[in-house]
């Protein structure tokens, strides 16, 4: 695996994408890995398009350049196809199937296909799902972030104890549990998928 | 304060920085990117025992942290780049009699205009001012500059500036904390000194002399600091300020040659270690957020030192001059230079876009189609700043140019067009911190004018954040409760009433009334923001397909529980239950349940 570890977090805003960032950045500290990173703040968290950059490792700017990004984690599918120029060819997305669409006065939502599509131009794997729906399962959609999060552990430059750690730090207490479910589920799904009988590199597209 | 490494947002790696400095009081106005900064000070505040407050506005914060400093305390003022227009009067004159307590200024600029009117930049205000500013490259960096700024500031006697920017800002890193600086507690207080502090032209003029003298000494001092550093390679320069020195840096990671490099941190620049670089440079690209400051500080240095060499940057369009720099603008600036080709990147796909809108259940929403309902499509909706800007979808904000212009706007439009109802919109916390005397200029200059202050209890835009509206402070005690009614007919108005915006009927018919009456009339629409409501969902609402003409009514109120499908209204599990829609439905197809009822 490369050092440094980059990452682009997108979604819509109050879709928790900020506890995203911290959950990761929290675990790089735990494990004594540098990282940097940058999110949105202020008038786009009002619905608005919201991204966050990680970059696990990282020593330079904020930002992941385009075309960099190793891994594109995407809570919303349109969002997906917007932020996926910064996918590097090799890299993974992961995206969360369930859309919410913006409330732009006519225009309709775009085939689930055509922004897959887009994804996929980019030379990256997917791995692709309606994991709001599973969310909704455990107990909420509100952990659907950190759900992806377990989904994504395997990649990721950290060791799935250091994000359990560090969901301690940046979860408040009462709802400790229930996210360390999320994790937990994402992962094994993941593994689910990669594991020799599993249905290798699904997508759903 | 116990070593430690945590992942911190920059604006909270300054917050430890000031408290690390040795900050005694901290006085702010809230302000994307800067708000997080006063936010993490007021939860460190108890256990480091300082004092930390919101300000009404800037130009209020800058002269209360300057009254600390001239006690001798460490102060800080704290606020984004368009607030030091606010504070620019006393911005000026602080810098003429300067401080006695270090006092650090913290500005926050926003370069491509994330959450913002404009893109200035703020250490242009430090020239003006001739004031020292530093600006980091890092959170770490941050830290850093913030904690040693106060000794400095004392040490010249002089307010400095921090300028941060968005990516700063907003930017994470690992940030590893250090102890707070124990101050001694021997500060004699304020001392009288009528000279220095009062500034009527004879001291004025001494003043502004002592001012240039300074210049020469902070200059020197410019020269010794790690802020700056020059790190020598191939005869192409690049100069990086502030963070895009990360991005230069990550530039040349990729690539095989191996330019000489010149980090800059501080203004006034570092003309010796410059002078070193320059020498024998023959092409110099200078990067930086903003305006060109190093870049044409440099072009004027050159014509000194090396006239031979050229000059790269915003000026020759190398680099765009409007938005944010970027590792991507940095490389193509190189390569450019270098006369090496490069593969395009890519283009953004055209999707649909999805801008803020207001959420759902917000009071806004109400208030706006309220007022839109009523005045009509003549009247004119001169806007302010806040959460109800984003009115602009659903065309109730017809202006916005800075808080509290919209009243004065508004007073000016009414003034030569008597024709058209002219109705001015501005929030709680705009009203407190700009529109009061726009408000009495207003009345005492018989403006005919409809003021609507859209009280919703909190500035919402910023991040929620009290006001001197709400009745606690920014460390949660209980305080005076300015009473908004009171204070708006303190200011003349004839008429001023208080609507609920969710009980529509009555607003409308009380609305109607005041439309035709003379003279300035306000309106409170009071009702929190909905996400400072902790358990909405009052109502149920339902659709009789039968009555819904497809009228689209609902669905143009622009809620995002509102979705269009099969031409129909269908309510999504965002809806907070407010009941708007079912009042504005023609056809009575929208109806509300009580919820478990
Ligand atoms: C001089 C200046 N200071 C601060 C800001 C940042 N700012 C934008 S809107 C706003 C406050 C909005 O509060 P309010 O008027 O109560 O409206 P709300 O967002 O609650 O609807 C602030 C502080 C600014 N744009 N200009
Ligand atoms: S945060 Fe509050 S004021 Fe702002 S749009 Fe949402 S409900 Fe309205």
């Not at chain 1, 940097?36 to 608005?48: I, K, L, N, V, Y």
């Not at chain 2, 911005?91 to 006092?103: D, H, I, N, Q, R």
């Not at chain 2, 507690?185 to 009062?198: H, M, N």
């Not at chain 2, 917000?362 to 003549?378: D, T």
Request: with cysteine.
């Amino acid at each position: 695996m490369k050092k440094t570890v980059d990452i682009v977090i997108c979604g819509v805003g109050g879709q928790g994408i900020i506890l995203v960032s911290d959950l990761l950045g929290e675990a790089c500290v735990k494990a004594g890995l540098p990282v940097t990173g940058s999110e949105t703040h202020g008038m786009a968290q009002r619905g608005g398009s919201v991204e966050a950059h990680i970059r696990m490792g990282g020593v330079f700017g904020p930002k992941v350049p385009l075309q960099q990004a190793d891994l594109l984690l995407a809570l919303e599918p349109l969002e997906a196809a917007r932020f996926s120029l910064y996918l590097r060819a090799e890299g993974l997305a992961i995206v969360n199937l369930a859309p919410i669409k913006p409330i732009t006065q006519k225009t309709t939502y775009p085939q689930q296909s055509e922004l897959l599509a887009l994804v996929k131009k980019t030379g990256a794997n997917m791995i692709a799902d309606d994991f709001t729906c599973y969310a909704r399962k455990i107990g909420s959609e509100k952990i659907l972030n950190v759900l992806m999060v377990g989904v994504a552990s395997p990649f990721l430059p950290v060791g799935f104890d250091c994000l359990r750690e560090a969901l301690k730090t940046v979860v408040r207490e009462k709802f400790w549990k229930i996210n360390e479910q999320a994790l937990q589920w994402g992962r094994d799904y993941c593994q689910r998928i990669f594991s020799p009988q599993g249905e290798q590199g699904r997508d759903h597209a | 304060m116990v070593m430690k490494r945590a992942y911190l947002l920059g604006n909270h790696a300054v917050a430890y920085g000031l408290v690390e400095g040795g900050l005694q009081a901290a006085f702010a106005y809230p302000g994307t990117p800067s708000s997080e900064i006063t936010e993490k000070l007021a939860s460190l505040a108890e256990q480091y025992r300082f004092y930390v407050e919101w300000s009404i506005n800037e130009k209020v914060a800058l002269e209360t942290a300057y009254g600390v400093a001239l006690s001798g305390r460490r102060a800080a003022a704290i606020m984004k780049h368009v607030g030091l227009n606010v504070a620019a009067d006393p911005l000026m004159t602080a810098a003429y009699t300067g401080v006695v307590g270090g006092l650090v200024i913290v500005v926050a600029d926003d370069p491509g205009i994330h959450s913002s009117q404009n893109e200035q930049d703020s250490r242009q205000y430090a020239l003006f001012a001739k004031l020292p500013c530093f600006e980091p490259a890092s959170p770490q960096e941050a830290l850093e500059m913030v904690k040693f700024s106060f000794a400095f500031s004392e040490k010249i006697s002089q307010p400095v500036i921090i300028r941060l920017v968005t990516r700063l800002a907003h930017g994470k890193a690992a940030v590893t904390l250090g102890q707070r600086i124990e101050l001694s507690q021997s500060t004699t207080g304020f001392k009288k000194e009528p000279s220095r502090w009062v500034m009527v032209p004879a001291n004025a003029r001494q003043a502004h002399r002592r001012l240039n003298e300074t210049q020469k000494v902070v200059a020197e001092a410019m020269e010794e600091l790690e802020f700056n550093y020059f790190q020598p390679g191939e005869e192409g320069l690049v100069i990086a300020s502030g963070l895009t020195w990360f991005y230069v840096r990550e530039v040349f990671a990729k690539q095989e040659n191996n330019w000489s490099l010149v980090k800059i941190g501080t203004y006034p620049l570092p003309e010796k270690l410059l002078a070193k670089a320059l020498k024998r440079a023959k092409k110099v690209l200078v990067v930086e957020e903003g305006e060109p400051v190093v870049e044409q500080w440099v072009e004027r240095l050159l014509c000194k030192i090396n006239p031979g060499a050229t000059v790269h940057g915003k000026e020759d369009g190398c680099l765009p001059r409007e938005g944010e720099v970027s590792v991507e603008l940095v490389e193509k600036a190189v390569n450019q230079l270098a006369g090496k080709q490069m593969n395009p990147k890519p283009v953004p796909p055209s999707l649909l876009p999805r801008s803020p809108v207001l959420c759902p259940g917000c009071p806004h929403r109400a208030s706006l189609h309220l007022l839109k309902k009523v005045f009509g499509r003549k009247a004119i909706f001169p806007g302010d700043i806040g959460c109800y800007t984003l009115g602009v979808n659903i065309g109730a904000i017809d202006t916005c140019l800075c808080m509290g212009a919209g009243l004065s706007t508004g007073a000016g439009l009414a003034r030569l067009e008597p024709d058209r109802p002219v109705v001015a919109i501005i929030g709680d916390s705009t009203f407190f911190h700009a529109g009061i005397p726009a408000l009495i200029n207003a009345t005492y200059n018989q403006a005919e004018l409809v003021v609507a202050i859209l009280d919703n209890r909190t500035t919402a835009m910023t991040g929620h954040q009290p006001h001197p509206g709400i009745g606690y402070t920014a460390t949660g005690e209980k305080t005076t409760e300015i009473d908004l009614e009171k204070l708006c007919q303190a200011c003349g108005a004839k008429q001023v009433i208080i609507l609920d915006p969710y009980q529509v009927a009555e607003s409308l018919s009380v609305l109607k009334q005041l439309k035709d009456q003379p003279g300035v009339r306000v309106i409170i629409f009071r009702r929190a923001c909905i996400l400072l409501e902790k358990t909405h969902h009052r109502f149920e609402i339902t659709l009789d397909e039968d009555k819904c003409q497809g009228c689209q009514v609902c669905f143009y109120l622009g809620c995002p529980a509102i979705e269009w499908v099969n031409n129909r209204p269908v309510i999504n599990n965002s809806c907070t239950g407010c009941g708007l829609c079912v009042a504005f439905c023609p056809h009575q197809a929208l109806n509300k349940y009580e919820k478990n009822s």
